[in-house]
């Protein structure tokens, strides 16, 4: 079975500086992890992928993830943070059972 | 925007009510998921569609059920509905329908409230 934990509900951060979002995850396969953004009122919106090729994956907006298969954790970071950043991220899980496993989200703030 | 449109983007309604939950995926996209996400159970995916057929499924109660029509566009059907039912309903499309490689894009969702 497969599942996923972020490990803080709530992040909050300065304009300017770095955004470390915590995830970690449990999958019997080989694991294509992701993270997902939700902006107030939007839907969700792909940030980066994993699918066993490169452990260090690049995403959109600056935001990158490093697969770390001995720790189980695939976090997500960001040099600087921008206002346009505060939102909701989702880490998500999929192995065999072909369905997406979200973690509970974690609402990052980010403070002028 | 994603490309993905659903409708209706509120629905208000009572307990005992049915309703019904229409989603377009994007142009070429072959598959539909849909998705429910409350405070208390977080985001869940439901049911997977692809091509109009029945490919995954998930935490779908057996009061709900969904189609795929010959167009591509889906409909989610929610039966005698409970408080509890109360949710933002996603929908997502991909070309593929191997979750792993292929990137789902979210409508806006249909905010569902039972009174």
């Known amino acids: 079975a497969q599942s996923v934990t972020q490990l803080d509900s709530h992040v909050s951060v300065s304009e300017g500086t770095p955004v470390l979002l915590r995830c970690n995850y449990s999958s019997s396969y080989s694991p294509s992890l992701f993270w997902y953004v939700q902006h107030p009122n939007k839907g969700l919106q792909l940030l980066l992928k994993?699918?066993?090729?490169?452990?260090l994956v690049k995403g959109i907006n600056g935001f990158e993830a490093e697969f770390k298969k001995s720790e189980t954790s695939f976090h997500l970071t960001k040099p600087s943070a921008h206002m346009s950043d505060a939102a909701e991220y989702f880490c998500?899980?999929?192995?065999?059972?072909?369905?997406?496993?979200f973690g509970q989200g974690t609402t990052l703030q980010v403070k002028p | 925007d994603s490309g993905v449109t659903q409708t209706p983007k509120h629905l208000i309604t009572a307990t005992g009510q049915r309703v019904t939950l229409r989603c377009s995926p994007r142009?070429?996209?072959?598959?539909v998921y849909w998705y429910q996400q409350s405070l208390d159970q977080g985001l869940q995916f439901l049911i997977q569609?692809?091509?109009?057929?029945?490919?995954a499924k998930g935490n779908i109660l057996e009061r709900f059920s969904a189609q795929q029509f010959p167009d591509l566009h889906s409909e989610l059907n929610l039966s005698s509905l409970e408080l509890g039912d109360s949710a933002l309903y996603f929908c997502?499309?991909?070309?593929?329908?191997?979750?792993?490689?292929?990137?789902?894009?979210f409508g806006p969702g249909t905010r569902l409230t039972v009174l």
């Open positions: 569609y692809y091509n109009g057929e029945e490919r």
């Open positions: 997502a499309s991909s070309v593929g329908n191997i979750v792993s490689y292929n990137e789902q894009f």
């Open positions: 998500v899980v999929t192995g065999n059972t072909g369905k997406l496993i």
């Open positions: 142009s070429g996209d072959l598959s």
């Open positions: 994993y699918t066993s090729a490169a452990t």
